[in-house]
């Protein structure tokens, strides 16, 4: 069974950064698409950014040009850069499959960002 271990989050205020962390159990990561996905409070859980095993990049929106996301095929990690942060980013962050592969989802990093 796969693992999926966030780590990272805190609280930060406005326009400050973040650096996310996901280690991701099994050598199955380095041959599938990692993404990242947010959870605000009573909304949906939202896909915020994806990398291929290649390097390629997909963002959401409403974080292009303020997220970065990359990928350690030799540690099995895959990061979320977040800068110039804004008060609507907080959310519980997961990372994950993309698309998913099954409802097991980790533990998630909660990202608070005060105004």
């Known amino acids: 069974q796969v693992q999926l271990v966030e780590s990272g989050g805190g609280l930060v205020q406005a326009g400050g950064s973040q650096r996310l962390s996901c280690v991701v159990s099994?050598?199955?990561?380095?041959?599938?698409?990692m993404a990242w996905y947010c959870q605000a409070p009573g909304k949906q859980r939202d896909l915020v950014a994806m990398?291929?095993?290649?390097?390629?990049?997909t963002y959401a929106d409403s974080v292009k040009g303020r997220f970065t996301i990359s990928r350690d095929n030799t540690e099995n990690t895959v990061y979320l850069q977040m800068n110039s942060l804004r008060p609507e980013d907080t959310a519980v962050y997961y990372c994950n499959f993309w698309p998913t592969k099954s409802d097991d989802w980790g533990q998630g990093t909660q990202v608070t960002v005060s105004s």
């Open positions: 990398i291929t095993p290649y390097g390629s990049t």
């Open positions: 099994g050598s199955i990561f380095r041959i599938n698409t």
